[in-house]
T-cell receptor
């Protein structure tokens, strides 16, 4: 079956620090991969996505590269801001249009 | 543009009471619709999905049910709430008929507290 594993949080960083949130997956076939962000008290917003191997998704300074050889989709940002504090979810989409989510990683950025 | 609405935004209900959460989508036709639950400090769990009016698939057996009386309306219900039903309920939609890269768009969520 499909599964997504994320590093457990919370991740606490100072402003302007480099961010990496690890995500690995198990899936049959060639899923699409996503990062969603959930700000406090809100629903999920799509942050970025990649649909095939070696694709790089990017948005708002965040990046993630679809690595088929390591089955990974790690989220990175070069310089985080306090406003990036949120919960980040890695997810995969199979051919049946079902999303499988990781457990989420809470990021806290301190000024 | 497409928008997705959920109401109520927050709800506090006693154990054993009924539940009805509503989700509506605007600006698109024939969407796939989904209900997720996020328990406190945990990830998202898919509860139900629907590919059309009256077509509901359940992912997790529980005391919840879902209905789709209209193309862009998705309702989550319970006859008797349990304490374990507390959580953040998210509705989502996606374009029907596209596989692979078909992202899901989420509503603002309903926070349910069962006392």
């Amino acid at each position: 079956g499909n599964s997504v594993t994320q590093m457990e949080g919370p991740v606490t960083l100072s402003e302007e620090a480099f961010l990496t949130i690890n995500c690995t997956y198990t899936a049959t076939g060639y899923p699409s991969l996503f990062w969603y962000v959930q700000y406090p008290g809100e629903g999920l917003q799509l942050l970025l996505k990649a649909t095939k191997a070696d694709d790089k998704g990017s948005n708002k300074g965040f990046e993630a590269t679809y690595r088929k050889e390591t089955t990974s989709f790690h989220l990175e940002k070069g310089s985080v801001q306090v406003s990036d504090s949120a919960v980040y979810f890695c997810a995969l989409l199979n051919a049946g249009n079902m999303l499988t989510f990781g457990g989420g990683t809470r990021l806290m950025v301190k000024p | 543009s497409q928008t997705i609405h959920q109401w109520p935004a927050t709800l506090v209900q006693p154990v054993g009471s009924p539940l009805s959460l509503e989700c509506t989508v605007e600006g698109t036709s024939n969407p796939n619709l989904y209900w997720y639950r996020q328990a406190a400090g945990r990830g998202l769990q898919l509860l139900f999905y629907s590919v059309g009016i009256g077509q509901i698939s359940s992912e997790v057996p529980q005391n919840l049910s879902a209905s789709r009386p209209q193309d862009r309306q998705f309702i989550l219900s319970s006859k008797k709430l349990l304490l374990s039903d507390s959580g953040f309920y998210l509705c989502a939609w996606s374009v029907r008929g596209l596989a692979g890269s078909n992202e899901q768009f989420f509503g603002p969520g309903t926070r349910l507290t069962v006392l």
